[in-house]
Nanobody, 116 residues
Framework: QVQLVESGGGVVQAGGSLRLSCEVS????????MAWYRQAPGKQRELVAA???YYADSVKGRFTISRDNAKNTLHLHMNNLNAEDTAVYYC??????????????WGKGTQVTVSS
C-alpha cells in the first residue's frame, strides 16, 4: 500500500525559511506526478506547487518544489514565510491523488505555523 510521510514542519517566525520533505513508498509511481498541497483551518485544501512547474500565485518566487528520484523524496523549500502560509502541508499526486481501498489516500501532513 502507498505510504506518504511528510516531515519538516514546525514553528517559524515571519520572514523565515523552512524545508519540507515527503517520502513515498509502497507503490509504483512517477515523481514527476507529485505535488504539494496545504490546508489552513476552515479552508479547503489548495494546490501549492507541482512538479509540472505549477506554483500558486501566493507562493511564486518564495517556494520551490524539488525531488530526489533516487530517494523517492519530494521537497518544498519555503522562503519569506508569512502568516498566510500557516497550514498543514501534504504531498500527493496531481491532479488525482493516490487512492487506497477505493478512497483518496492522504498522509497525516506536517504542520507549518508562522508567527509574528
Amino acid at each position: 500500500q502507498v505510504q506518504l510521510v511528510e516531515s519538516g514542519g514546525g514553528v517559524v517566525q515571519a520572514g523565515g525559511s523552512l524545508r519540507l520533505s515527503c517520502e513515498v513508498s509502497g507503490t509504483a509511481f512517477s515523481m514527476s506526478d507529485m505535488a504539494w498541497y496545504r490546508q489552513a483551518p476552515g479552508k479547503q485544501r489548495e494546490l501549492v506547487a507541482a512538479n509540472t512547474g505549477y506554483y500558486a500565485d501566493s507562493v511564486k518566487g518564495r517556494f520551490t518544489i524539488s525531488r530526489d528520484n533516487a530517494k523517492n523524496t519530494l521537497h518544498l523549500h519555503m522562503n519569506n514565510l508569512n502568516a498566510e502560509d500557516t497550514a498543514v502541508y501534504y504531498c500527493n499526486k496531481n491532479p488525482r491523488p493516490f487512492w487506497r481501498g477505493g478512497v483518496e489516500y492522504w498522509g497525516k501532513g506536517t504542520q507549518v505555523t508562522v508567527s509574528s
